[in-house]
């Protein structure tokens, strides 16, 4: 890995990082317990275009990790983890059938709450919190398009 590579990757975590903390203290509330705008995951939709999955993947992680140590505990880790997961090979498989970077990363908002929804039923171990699924699905599509949006202006700015 060249030299801007690595600092390139440390800012788009950096980035991340910040992302998730502001949006840490900022109060949004949408009648669903753990709803979030998802911020954070403009890095990682950039990062995927900009150099390819493995960094993207790396970026996802570290950001998690740290955010989570910084941040959070270790229930936003397992929560944040099981999402980021489902919802990156999601976006990597709708990648690759060709959808815009709008679809990738609307399908990466709508897996991420997937995912963290399955953690949880796994977790409280009843179906009950299904209940939240509609809700999540529908903001899951809602920011995944607005991040789509912002990490396309973003990749246009950018210097190849």
Do not use: D
Not at 19 to 31: H, K, M, R
Not at 74 to 93: E, K, N, Q, R, T
Not at 122 to 145: D, K, S
Request: proline share 2%; glycine share 12%; net charge positive.
């Amino acid at each position: 890995m060249n030299n801007r590579k690595l600092v390139t990757m440390a800012l788009f975590v950096t980035v991340a990082m910040m992302l998730s903390y502001i949006e840490s203290l900022v109060p949004f509330f949408f009648g669903v317990p753990g709803m979030k705008l998802g911020l954070a995951n403009l890095a990682v939709v950039v990062t995927l275009y900009f150099y390819g999955w493995k960094e993207a993947l790396t970026v996802n992680i570290l950001r998690i990790v740290l955010s989570g140590l910084l941040f959070g505990n270790m229930f936003s880790i397992l929560f944040s983890l099981s999402g980021a997961l489902v919802s990156f090979i999601c976006m990597l498989a709708a990648k690759r059938l060709g959808l815009s970077l709008h679809g990738v990363s609307m399908a990466g908002g709508v897996f991420h709450n997937v995912g963290q929804l399955l953690a949880a039923v796994f977790i409280v171990q009843t179906i009950g919190i299904g209940y939240y699924a509609p809700f999540l699905l529908a903001a899951g599509l809602a920011t995944g398009f607005l991040i789509g949006v912002m990490g396309k202006e973003l990749l246009r700015r950018l210097p190849g």
